[in-house]
């Protein structure tokens, strides 16, 4: 001590009732004066032990206490107090301690007191911590703050209560806490999820004396993931008393799913919630389920909670939770069909149809289900009315009890389990058919994986397939036994089949067994219907840890030995239970062995392989043969393709089979000349490298169309696997000539292309004529939907002449629009241009533009549309003429009538044919013509000259066109025969109502003004008209003439009216109309003739032709002609004569037909101008020498070549008028003339 107020020790100790507290180096100095006047106490370290209080010595006083406690309110510190303690050490009798450094508390002025603590560390402190706390009493409340801090983390708590009255407390507290794992004190399992940054604010005011407290807090952290949720942002909401509790939770993870609860509580932790799980997964095995659901209530009252949830998809469960003895859960759900939990737990292998119920209850130890299902309409496979089963679960594992499964056609029993805690880990499951048929599987899975299976007399046809018919087909019994000891992989199965499908008799037999990694085929024999095979063989399975292994080829496995016999083996009949109808009829014959060293050995024979979907006469193989030797396959085969315009020899050769790349090559050869042939490889990963080429000619399958010559050029790449997509090629042709169908044009063709994905790319595409003109084109065509999907065509200028026709193209272009309904090709022609010249039909002109289009109209199910042709075609000037001499004789008449007649016969019959014409997809047309000006068409030739105008719609399709509209006239022109039989035209209409063309209507009238045959004076001058109407349709047209001359109206006197050229006016019925008409034509004809020669080279022409209809038998009922030719100009008086005549009568004919040639020479006798007789008037002397071939007929009335014969005639001809009228000196009055005056012409 070195002075009253200045005091030092070296230690301090104190003990009291165990607790021992040491000071060492205490140093006190008090300042009683001046301005730092007060004490300061300076400790280098102080420990203490303190010895805990036992529980009974923790029981309350019974202090009496009149009041609350109280801080005086005159309280004040009037000097300044400072103590430091530089370590400090606290121990626990328990064993718990801390440690502190820098402790100093001093007071700031007379009424506030401040306590720091730089370091703190021990038990429940994860860290170094520091210490700040202060006590303000200047006003009538006492007011505390303090602040705990770590390096991360940190505690704000402030405290305020009345100095009278220090049990009435309002606290503030404010809480960070970066890892709240490091403040607990005990090692947390790792089943408890990780919970990040600890935010804590919470505020509450508490009366100790009265016992009343209110307080709100929020809590906010984040919490790790925990099955089954993810992680997530959490929020907790406290507000509440003594009595009550209201709490609002929130979750919300990253995927913006959500939970939250609502609940009210009271002091006994009795209440209500509810809540909604919004938008949240979690994944449940291989899936991520849905877990959407309403908590629709959850009460809680003594110790038992009543909860009612609803899913997102109907699904109703109701559970009951009690607590007060033991855990009991018991439950209902009434499940929705379409719950997710059911049907996307099983990828889609399970659809139900209607709700189901299922029933629980836990007790803690196991859990106990019954479920019954309604209305399985898939369940892998299989069908079912309902199941119901009951389900025991411990924590051995999993026991199925009184299983049933109730199908239409039978009602299954089943029972099983799952046992993993158990002696022997396994699975069992045993199904009965109540008609005696019975399989069971076990499966151990322990140590040791192991399978044993058995069936015995299963009913296949019962088992209820949902999506299979083979339950439909089959009837029959499978019985065996399979064991397998996977772990290893040694095993054996033997099983036989006995039933019918559908119609046919169904077994096999096989037995198979596995040692390691090979398995062993050591028999198989199979008979369906007629058919019968056979196969044994072993292989090795791919193995790693076997340097030795390699595969067979294509084969993923090493092939040891294999042997396949088959004899009269169908096809079809194999393919017939796959519900594969590709082939109609297809046989097999033959055997093939494969040994390990010794290669491939063997022959099979295809023959008669004809395809349902493709008629035999586009594809069939009548026969194919595959050889095999050591590593070569070799096919062979004469195929029937597109009609027989490919048919010829196939060939395929495979070399280093077993290799790992194989040399292809193929060729085909057609036997119209065209050639096919391919070369590459093909390795172990289906990959073809190599090259297509193909020249000579081919005929296009489908049409008449020909590929004269070809040197058609592919580079390909091919993943067979991928199919056509799989295909990448680049495609070259250069001089390629095509010819269209029905003609002579050849179009050399020029193409690039590129094939990839599926998609046939033709970016360049050209043709050109001998003028250097050129239509370029490109397309694209999926190979993938079988689509065009898209073309452009585009020329400035094509030209296509053959033979008679020639036809200009300009600026034609095409494009493509594609929409959801169709693709639509169209070409606009702006001009078109049209020559046709032809000896024999005349000559044609014509120029158009128009605007064509193909429309290809998008596949949708259900739904089937052709492909159609549309257009509008304008015809701006079309005219047809032809200028020759009509040839007016009964051959070229019969002639042209047999023509037309032929010509009308071959539209009936083409338009009876089209009737019956079915195409599978024939191309709609709908085309409209027109032209563009009123009588811009016109016709002009000997037989008709008229302008027409047409508005004409195409439509139908290619198989039955119809047409719609009209052709007409406007009142110009005329019909019949330029210059001799001219009739004006009055009217002309060919109309169409959605018709073919053949059934068009015609109306056509026409009229001519002929004069009377009579010469009186009186008529002279007079004419009338005659109507010739044409009325009908195209096939079957009718002429209807009509006058109103007086005398007969009838059809025949108006043609006999017309070939006369006048009116006539007696026209009795003894009137050989034929025979008049005859000479009128035989007149016309001789006429026209010999204008045509340049003299009278013709004689009358003698003729009768059959045109009217005639009641009698006799002679008139010949048609015959007789044409003389002279020749004086050579030798005078010499005359040939040509005739033909054919007998027409009903009756007593003797012979059909019968051809003449003669001569006739008139002598130059009694031509003297002198000479005359009373009684032979212009007497005549002739020589005629004639060869005649008649065709007799016999005696049933038919022709026979035996009786025809050639008849000569030889005789002289002496001839004269005997009468001539002469009355008066008028008439026809013979005199006397000199030789160089003209002779009278006879009548």
Same mark, same amino acid.
């Given at each position: 001590?070195?002075?009253?107020?200045v005091?030092?020790?070296d230690?301090?100790?104190?003990?009291?009732?165990?607790?021992?507290?040491?000071?060492?180096?205490?140093?006190?100095?008090?300042?009683?004066?001046?301005?730092?006047?007060?004490?300061?106490?300076?400790?280098?370290?102080?420990?203490?032990?303190?010895q805990l209080?036992?529980?009974?010595?923790?029981?309350?006083?019974?202090?009496?206490?009149?009041?609350?406690?109280?801080?005086?309110?005159?309280l004040?510190?009037?000097?300044?107090?400072q =103590?430091d303690?530089?370590?400090?050490q606290?121990?626990?009798?328990?064993?718990?301690?801390?440690?502190?450094?820098?402790?100093?508390?001093?007071?700031?002025?007379?009424?506030?007191?401040q306590?720091?603590v730089?370091?703190?560390?021990?038990?429940?402190?994860?860290s170094?911590?520091s210490i700040?706390?202060?006590?303000?009493?200047?006003?009538?409340?006492?007011?505390?703050?303090?602040?705990?801090?770590?390096?991360?983390?940190?505690?704000?708590?402030?405290?305020?209560?009345?100095?009278?009255?220090l049990?009435?407390?309002?606290?503030?507290?404010?809480?960070t806490?970066?890892?709240?794992?490091?403040?607990?004190?005990v090692?947390?399992?790792?089943?408890?999820?990780?919970? $990040?940054?600890?935010?804590?604010?919470?505020?509450?005011?508490?009366?100790?004396?009265?016992?009343?407290?209110t307080?709100?807090?929020?809590?906010?952290?984040?919490?790790? $993931?925990?099955?089954p949720l993810?992680?997530?942002?959490?929020?907790?909401?406290?507000?509440?008393?003594?009595?009550?509790?209201?709490?609002?939770?929130?979750?919300?993870?990253?995927?913006?799913g959500?939970?939250?609860?609502?609940?009210?509580?009271?002091?006994?932790?009795?209440?209500?919630?509810?809540?909604?799980?919004?938008?949240?997964?979690?994944?449940?095995?291989?899936?991520?389920m849905?877990?959407?659901?309403?908590?629709?209530s959850?009460?809680?009252?003594?110790?038992?909670?009543n909860?009612?949830?609803?899913?997102?998809?109907?699904?109703?469960?109701?559970?009951a939770?009690?607590l007060?003895?033991?855990?009991?859960?018991?439950?209902?759900?009434?499940?929705?069909?379409?719950?997710?939990?059911?049907?996307?737990?099983?990828?889609?292998n399970?659809?139900?149809?209607?709700?189901s119920?299922v029933?629980?209850?836990?007790d803690?130890?196991?859990l106990?289900?019954?479920?019954?299902?309604?209305?399985?309409?898939?369940?892998y496979h299989?069908?079912?009315?309902?199941?119901?089963v009951?389900?025991?679960?411990?924590?051995k594992?999993?026991?199925?009890?009184?299983?049933?499964?109730?199908?239409?056609? $039978?009602?299954?029993?089943?029972?099983?389990?799952?046992?993993w805690?158990?002696? #022997?880990?396994?699975t069992?499951?045993?199904?009965s058919?109540?008609?005696g048929?019975?399989?069971?599987?076990?499966?151990?899975?322990?140590?040791?994986?192991?399978?044993?299976?058995?069936?015995?007399?299963?009913?296949?046809?019962t088992?209820?397939?949902?999506?299979?018919?083979?339950d439909?087909?089959?009837?029959?019994?499978?019985?065996?036994?399979?064991?397998?000891?996977?772990?290893?992989?040694i095993?054996?199965?033997?099983?036989?089949?006995?039933?019918?499908?559908?119609?046919?008799?169904?077994?096999?037999?096989?037995a198979?067994?596995?040692n390691g990694?090979?398995?062993?085929?050591d028999?198989?024999?199979?008979?369906?219907?007629?058919?019968?095979?056979?196969?044994?063989?072993a292989?090795?399975?791919p193995?790693d840890?076997?340097?030795?292994?390699?595969?067979?080829?294509?084969l993923?496995?090493q092939?040891?030995y294999a042997?396949?016999s088959?004899?009269?083996?169908?096809?079809?009949?194999?393919?017939?239970?796959?519900?594969?109808?590709?082939?109609?009829?297809?046989?097999?014959?033959?055997?093939l062995?494969?040994?390990?060293g010794?290669?491939?050995?063997g022959? =099979?024979?295809?023959?008669?392989?004809?395809?349902?979907?493709?008629?035999?006469?586009?594809?069939?193989i009548?026969?194919?043969?595959?050889?095999?030797?050591?590593?070569?396959?070799?096919?062979?085969?004469?195929?029937?393709?597109?009609g027989?315009?490919?048919?010829?020899?196939t060939q395929?050769i495979?070399?280093?089979?077993?290799?790992?790349?194989r #040399?292809?090559?193929?060729?085909?050869?057609?036997?119209?000349g065209?050639?096919l042939?391919?070369e590459?490889?093909?390795?172990?990963?289906?990959i073809?490298n190599?090259?297509?080429?193909?020249?000579?000619?081919?005929?296009?399958p489908?049409?008449?169309?020909?590929?004269?010559?070809?040197?058609l050029?592919?580079?390909?790449?091919?993943?067979?696997?991928?199919?056509?997509?799989?295909?990448?090629?680049?495609?070259?042709?250069?001089?390629t000539?095509?010819?269209?169908?029905r003609?002579?044009?050849q179009?050399?063709?020029?193409?690039?292309?590129?094939? $990839?994905?599926?998609?046939l790319?033709?970016?360049?595409?050209?043709?050109?004529?001998?003028?250097?003109e050129?239509?370029?084109?490109?397309?694209?065509?999926?190979?993938?939907?079988?689509?065009?999907?898209?073309?452009?065509?585009?020329?400035?200028r094509f030209?296509?002449?053959?033979?008679?026709h020639?036809l200009?193209?300009?600026?034609m272009?095409s494009?493509?629009?594609?929409?959801?309904?169709? =693709?639509?090709?169209?070409?606009?022609?702006?001009?078109?241009?049209?020559?046709?010249?032809d000896?024999?039909?005349?000559?044609?002109?014509?120029?158009?533009?128009?605007?064509?289009?193909?429309?290809?109209?998008?596949?949708?199910?259900?739904?089937?549309?052709?492909?159609t042709?549309?257009g509008?075609?304008?015809?701006?000037k079309?005219?047809f003429?032809?200028?020759?001499?009509?040839?007016?004789?009964?051959?070229?008449?019969?002639?042209y009538l047999?023509?037309?007649n032929?010509?009308?016969?071959?539209?009936?019959?083409?338009?009876?044919?089209e009737?019956k014409?079915?195409?599978?997809?024939?191309?709609?047309?709908?085309?409209h013509?027109?032209?563009?000006?009123?009588?811009?068409?016109?016709?002009?030739?000997?037989?008709?000259?008229?302008?027409?105008?047409?508005?004409?719609?195409?439509?139908?399709?290619?198989?039955?066109?119809?047409?719609?509209?009209?052709?007409?006239n406007?009142?110009?022109?005329?019909?019949?025969?330029?210059e001799?039989?001219?009739?004006?035209?009055n009217?002309?209409?060919?109309?169409?109502n959605?018709?073919?063309?053949?059934?068009?209507?015609?109306?056509v009238?026409?009229?001519?003004?002929?004069?009377?045959?009579?010469?009186t004076?009186?008529?002279?001058?007079?004419?009338?008209?005659?109507?010739?109407?044409?009325?009908?349709?195209i096939?079957?047209?009718q002429?209807?003439?009509?006058?109103?001359?007086?005398?007969?109206?009838?059809?025949?006197?108006?043609?006999?009216?017309? =070939?006369?050229?006048?009116?006539?006016?007696?026209?009795?019925?003894?009137t050989?109309?034929?025979?008049l008409?005859?000479?009128?034509?035989?007149?016309?004809?001789?006429?026209?003739?010999?204008?045509?020669?340049g003299?009278?080279?013709?004689?009358?022409?003698?003729?009768?032709?059959?045109?009217f209809?005639?009641?009698?038998?006799?002679?008139?009922?010949?048609?015959?002609?007789?044409?003389?030719?002279?020749?004086?100009?050579w030798?005078?008086?010499?005359?040939?004569?040509?005739?033909?005549?054919?007998?027409?009568?009903s009756?007593?004919?003797?012979?059909?037909q019968a051809?003449?040639?003669?001569v006739?020479?008139t002598?130059?006798?009694?031509?003297?101008?002198?000479?005359?007789?009373?009684?032979?008037?212009?007497?005549?002397?002739?020589?005629?020498?004639?060869?005649?071939?008649?065709?007799?007929?016999?005696?049933?009335?038919?022709?026979?070549?035996?009786?025809?014969?050639?008849?000569?005639?030889?005789?002289?001809?002496?001839?004269?008028?005997?009468?001539?009228p002469?009355?008066?000196?008028?008439?026809?009055?013979?005199?006397?003339?000199?030789?160089?005056?003209?002779?009278?012409?006879?009548k």
């Open positions: 001590m070195e002075n009253l107020l005091h030092h020790f230690s301090v100790r104190i003990s009291v009732d165990g607790t021992e507290i040491k000071v060492a180096n205490p140093d006190l100095d008090i300042t009683l004066l001046g301005s730092a006047r007060g004490a300061k106490l300076q400790v280098d370290s102080v420990i203490a032990v303190i209080p036992s529980d009974s010595g923790m029981q309350n006083t019974d202090d009496a206490q009149t009041g609350p406690p109280k801080l005086p309110d005159n004040n510190i009037p000097v300044l107090v =103590l303690v530089q370590n400090a606290v121990m626990l009798s328990d064993g718990k301690g801390w440690q502190a450094k820098n402790i100093s508390a001093r007071n700031h002025g007379g009424k506030s007191v306590l720091n730089q370091e703190a560390t021990g038990d429940f402190l994860p170094a911590t700040a706390l202060n006590a303000n009493f200047e006003t009538q409340k006492l007011k505390l703050k303090g602040k705990v801090k770590t390096k991360s983390d940190s505690l704000n708590v402030n405290i305020e209560a009345p100095k009278d009255n049990t009435s407390l309002k606290t503030s507290t404010n809480m806490i970066s890892n709240p794992k490091d403040w607990i004190p090692e947390l399992p790792d089943i408890v999820p990780k919970i $990040e940054k600890l935010k804590v604010s919470a505020d509450a005011t508490v009366d100790l004396q009265k016992k009343r407290t307080y709100n807090a929020t809590i906010k952290t984040r919490v790790g $993931e925990f099955w993810l992680p997530e942002d959490v929020s907790i909401k406290l507000a509440g008393d003594q009595n009550n509790l209201d709490i609002d939770i929130l979750l919300k993870n990253d995927e913006g959500s939970i939250k609860l609502n609940g009210s509580f009271d002091k006994n932790m009795n209440g209500f919630m509810t809540g909604r799980v919004k938008q949240m997964s979690a994944e449940f095995g291989p899936q991520m849905p877990m959407d659901m309403e908590i629709k959850a009460e809680l009252h003594d110790k038992k909670i909860v009612s949830v609803e899913t997102r998809q109907g699904s109703l469960v109701d559970g939770i009690d007060s003895d033991s855990l009991m859960i018991t439950f209902t759900g009434d499940i929705s069909p379409y719950e997710p939990w059911a049907l996307d737990w099983t990828q889609g399970l659809t139900l149809g209607a709700r119920k029933y629980g209850a836990f803690g130890h196991s106990k289900i019954l479920a019954k299902i309604n209305s399985i309409v898939n369940a299989i069908a079912a009315d309902s199941l119901q009951s389900l025991d679960l411990n924590l594992g999993i026991d199925f009890s009184n299983g049933i499964i109730y199908s239409p056609k $039978e009602t299954f029993d089943f029972n099983g389990d799952v046992k805690d158990d002696p #022997h880990p396994h069992s499951w045993n199904v058919q109540r008609n048929g019975k399989a069971s599987a076990y499966v151990n899975i322990g140590d040791t994986i192991a399978l044993d299976v058995e069936a015995d007399h299963v009913v296949f046809a088992i209820p397939f949902s999506d299979i018919d083979l439909k087909k089959i009837n029959g019994l499978v019985t065996g036994k399979w064991s397998q000891d996977f772990d290893h992989n095993g054996s199965a033997e099983v036989s089949i006995d039933g019918r499908l559908d119609a046919f008799k169904l077994g096999a037999e096989a198979v067994r596995q990694d090979t398995i062993f085929i028999k198989f024999d199979a008979t369906h219907d007629r058919n019968t095979a056979t196969a044994t063989g292989f090795i399975l193995n840890s076997n340097p030795d292994f390699h595969t067979s080829g294509f993923p496995v092939l040891l042997n396949i088959s004899h009269e083996f169908s096809i079809p009949l194999l393919l017939e239970p796959l519900n594969d109808s590709t082939l109609t009829s297809g046989m097999l014959n033959g055997d062995s494969y040994k390990q010794n290669k491939l050995i022959n =099979l024979d295809f023959y008669d392989i004809k395809f349902r979907s493709i008629p035999p006469e586009l594809f069939n009548r026969k194919l043969n595959i050889f095999a030797e050591n590593d070569k396959v070799e096919l062979n085969s004469y195929l029937d393709i597109g027989g315009g490919w048919t010829g020899n395929v495979i070399n280093n089979v077993f290799n790992e790349k #040399h292809v090559s193929f060729s085909h050869g057609s036997d119209n065209g050639t042939w391919a590459g490889f093909i390795d172990n990963d289906f073809f190599g090259t297509i080429d193909a020249n000579g000619s081919w005929f296009i489908g049409t008449v169309s020909e590929i004269k010559n070809t040197d050029h592919i580079d390909m790449t091919a993943e067979l696997k991928k199919g056509l997509k799989g295909i990448t090629a680049d495609l070259r042709v250069d001089s000539i095509y010819e269209p169908p003609t002579k044009v179009f050399p063709i020029y193409m690039r292309g590129h094939l $990839e994905n599926g998609l790319d033709i970016n360049e595409a050209r043709t050109q004529n001998d003028s250097g050129v239509i370029s084109a490109n397309l694209q065509f999926s190979l993938d939907s079988m689509k065009l999907m898209g073309i452009d065509i585009n020329s400035d030209t296509i002449q053959s033979g008679s020639w200009l193209l300009e600026n272009h494009h493509t629009t594609d929409n959801e309904d169709e =693709l639509l090709i169209t070409a606009n022609i702006p001009q078109i241009s049209y020559k046709f010249n000896e024999v039909y005349g000559q044609a002109e014509a120029k158009a533009r128009g605007d064509i289009g193909f429309s290809i109209p998008h596949g949708r199910e259900g739904l089937i549309k052709n492909n042709i549309t509008n075609i304008v015809i701006d079309a005219v003429y032809r200028n020759f001499d009509i040839d007016i004789t009964p051959s070229a008449l019969d002639k047999t023509m037309f032929n010509f009308v016969a071959r539209l009936r019959k083409t338009g009876a044919q009737e014409i079915s195409v599978a997809s024939p191309i709609n047309l709908s085309l013509v027109s032209d563009s000006q009123m009588d811009s068409i016109a016709v002009v030739t000997p037989f008709a000259t008229f302008p027409l105008s047409m508005d004409i719609w195409v439509l139908g399709n290619t198989v039955r066109p119809l047409l719609r509209g009209d052709i007409t406007t009142n110009s022109g005329f019909i019949g025969v330029r001799v039989y001219e009739f004006e035209l009217n002309l209409l060919i109309s169409w959605d018709v073919p063309w053949q059934n068009g209507v015609i109306d009238s026409s009229s001519q003004e002929l004069p009377y045959c009579s010469e004076s009186e008529k002279e001058k007079e004419t009338c008209p005659i109507n010739l109407d044409l009325q009908g349709t096939t079957n047209l002429a209807v003439p009509s006058s109103n001359c007086g005398g007969e109206s009838s059809a025949a006197s108006i043609y006999y009216n017309i =070939l006369l050229g006048c009116i006539a006016e007696d026209n009795g019925e003894e050989d109309w034929n025979k008409a005859g000479k009128a034509i035989g007149k016309v004809i001789s006429s026209t003739a010999n204008k045509t020669l003299g009278d080279y013709i004689g009358d022409i003698d003729m009768k032709v059959m045109l209809e005639n009641n009698t038998t006799s002679d008139k009922d010949s048609s015959y002609f007789k044409v003389p030719v002279s020749l004086d100009r030798v005078r008086n010499l005359s040939l004569i040509f005739g033909y005549t054919q007998d027409q009568s009756e007593n004919r003797t012979y059909d051809l003449q040639f003669g006739n020479y002598l130059p006798v009694f031509q003297e101008a002198e000479y005359s007789h009373k009684n032979h008037l212009s007497p005549s002397l002739e020589l005629n020498a004639m060869l005649i071939s008649k065709q007799y007929l016999t005696n049933t009335g038919t022709e026979s070549s035996e009786t025809s014969r050639i008849e000569k005639n030889i005789d002289i001809d002496y001839t004269y008028r005997f009468w001539n002469c009355l008066l000196g008028l008439g026809r009055c013979e005199t006397m003339q000199n030789k160089d005056k003209p002779k009278e012409e006879s």
